[in-house]
Every structure is written in C-alpha cells, then in structure tokens.
C-alpha cells in the first residue's frame, strides 16, 4: 500500500503537469476549455485511487493492531526498492497431506477402526468363572447320615458359566457398517488430498505467470511508460503534438502504472494462496 501511494502520486504529479500546461495554452489561446476539462476529470480519478489506497491502508493497520493487541499506532518500515513477496525457496508439496480437510478425514477414519474394535469387544462371549469356599458349623446330614460339623472343617465350590449376547446379528452389522465408514474416509481423504495437490500446481502456475507480468511491467514497461510521457510532455508544451496525440501517451502511461500495481498484487496473493495451503 506505500507503494501504491508513491506510484499514484506519481502519477498525480504527472497530471498537475498537463493541467499546468493546459491551463498555459488555453489563456495563449492554443487550446480549448476541454484540454483543461479533461486534465481535471483525469486527475480526479487517480485522486480517488489515492484516498481508496489510504482507506486500505487505514483497515490493515488496524487489523494488524487487532491482531497485535496494541493500542498505540505504528508505521511499518517499507525498503526503498518495493518487491512483491515472492517464493525464495523450495516448496515441499507433501506438506499439503497435514491440511486441516485431509487430516480431519483420515480422523473420521481412525474413529470409525476404533469404534470397530469396542463393538468387537461388546460382542464376544463373557466367560465366569466362581469359586466358594465356607463353613457350615452345626449338625447337617450329608449321605443320610447326621454329622456335627466344627469350625475347622470348610466346604468349597465351583461356578463356570457363559454369557452369549443376544445382539450378535447386530453386532456383525454394525462392524461391517464401520468397515464402509472407514474405507469411505480414506477414499475421501485420498480423493481429497489429489484435488488439493491439483489446486496446488495450478497455483504454482499462476504464480510463476504472476511473477513473469510483474518482470515485465518492472523491467520494460514503466522504463517505456517513463520515455513516453515525457516525450509526450515536451511535444504538448512544445506545440509539436495535438492534445489527442498527449492525452493519449497519459493513458497509456496511466494503464503501465495501473497495470504494474496490479501485477504486484496478483503476485502477493498467490503467495498467500499457496502458503495457506501447505499451512505455512
């Protein structure tokens, strides 16, 4: 956004300019009320972009507070040579396979083979096992023969038993309802994570066409941009070109400027794009 500024108030400055000499050629009597008309409607509109960018610049500050948890206002120390963020470094695609929609797929997946395993466990036979050991003090018959039994003498038992659940039918439902739930979440995440890896190279591919408008605006057009307003600038004042002839040469300066700044900006968010999607 500062650098937005500075390229709009420059080309605000090249505008003052043609108004200057408009105004200079119309009271000469050169040219027409129009010349100065129009040099005041061009410039209005770059003033527009002007206050745009400052709103801009005012919301991402603030945001940038919001996110800080600060109060106090700061400004932010830009470089001298403006540059768009730009990849410096080898992507690992294969971090794209920690994304929040994959992982959270290949979770329902891990949920589905443990509840596989608790309804495994709930179906399978209860074996019990029991065991008693007692006195019985007193006179008891036993072999139809009556008999005093003291305290030392003790009685002991065995109890073994099986318990089948009545849901087994259900049970080997709801297993194989569980096996299709975890190999659908698999097949999804995999489904999932190709689509991803898809989205990824076609963001690579913007960013690298991204980047090769940015180059040529930076490299070729605004140094063209620059020769030609110029040029532009001393045939008007000159008398050597017509009005239409510079109006002309400002729009096409005025469209590389505009053009250029959007370049940075395609730029910008494709970074963020595929920085988002690795989880960078």
């Known amino acids: 956004m500062e650098n937005n500024e500075k390229e709009?108030?420059?080309l605000d400055s090249i505008y003052m300019d043609f108004l200057r000499i408009a105004e200079v050629r119309y009271n000469a009597g050169d040219t027409k009320k129009v010349d100065i008309n129009t040099a005041q409607a061009k410039?209005?509109?770059?003033?527009?972009?002007?206050?745009?960018?400052d709103i801009f610049k005012k919301n991402a500050y603030n945001n940038l507070k919001t996110l800080m948890q600060v109060q106090h206002d700061f400004n932010i120390e830009t470089p001298e040579v403006f540059e768009p963020i730009k990849i410096s470094e080898i992507i690992d695609s294969s971090k794209i396979n920690n994304h929040p929609q994959i992982q959270a797929l290949y979770q329902q997946a891990r949920i589905a083979e443990a509840s596989k395993k608790v309804e495994k466990s709930a179906g399978l036979p209860e074996f019990n096992i029991g065991?008693?050991?007692?006195?019985?003090?007193?006179?008891?018959?036993?072999?139809?023969?009556?008999?005093?039994?003291?305290r030392g003498q003790r009685f002991s038992s065995f109890d073994v038993g099986i318990a089948i659940p009545l849901t087994y039918g259900s049970t080997k439902a709801k297993l194989r309802s569980l096996d299709f739930e975890k190999q659908a979440s698999e097949m999804a995440a995999d489904w999932k994570k190709q689509q991803l890896q898809n989205v990824y190279q076609n963001l690579m591919n913007q960013y690298e066409q991204n980047i090769a408008q940015?180059?040529?605006?930076k490299e070729n057009a605004l140094p063209n941009a620059n020769e030609i307003i110029n040029a532009a600038k001393l045939g008007y004042s000159a008398g050597d070109i017509s009005y239409v002839e510079y109006l002309f040469a400002l729009q096409t300066t005025t469209d590389i400027y505009l053009n250029y700044l959007r370049s940075i900006q395609s730029v910008n968010e494709s970074v963020i794009s595929i920085n988002s999607l690795i989880n960078q």
């Open 8 to 10: 709009l108030k420059s």
């Open 43 to 53: 410039r209005g509109e770059i003033n527009l972009l002007l206050k745009q960018n």
């Open 131 to 150: 065991y008693t050991n007692a006195s019985l003090m007193g006179i008891h018959e036993r072999n139809g023969i009556e008999k005093y039994y003291g």
């Open 214 to 217: 940015f180059n040529y605006f």
